[in-house]
């Protein structure tokens, strides 16, 4: 016996499900343009392979540098982040009225470790 659910999803999980499936239909037929393309090409099949192995490996290296500058801007939206927040929160040892010398804040450490 089935369970049928009858819930209805949230927008965007009908968006992931419908965007999935426009995806695999895309993918799909790509391929098989791909295929009917080859196969109906001048080219002979050692050509067609020089070729599909040349796109190839400049895909792969587009991928490389996008992948590359999306690391560079994470890396700099993380370090603005940690500014901003630096920057906002107040130093809370200049905040309080308990000063201590660099020499017994050693003796503290070196008492706790």
Not at 102 to 109: A, F, G, M, N, Q
């Amino acid at each position: 016996m089935h369970c049928i659910n009858t819930k209805k999803l949230p927008p965007e999980t009908e968006m992931n499900i419908n965007g999935l499936k426009l995806f695999i239909t895309a993918s799909g037929m790509l391929a098989t343009g791909l295929a009917i393309g080859l196969l109906l090409s001048p080219k002979t099949g050692r050509e067609n392979r020089a070729t599909i192995r040349k796109g190839a490996h400049e895909a792969g290296d587009w991928m490389n540098s996008q992948t590359q500058n999306a690391r560079k801007k994470a890396t700099k939206v993380g370090d603005n982040i940690k500014k901003s927040v630096k920057d906002r929160v107040p130093d809370l040892y200049e905040a309080t009225d308990f000063h201590l010398t660099d020499e017994e804040v050693r003796s503290v450490r070196d008492t706790e470790a």
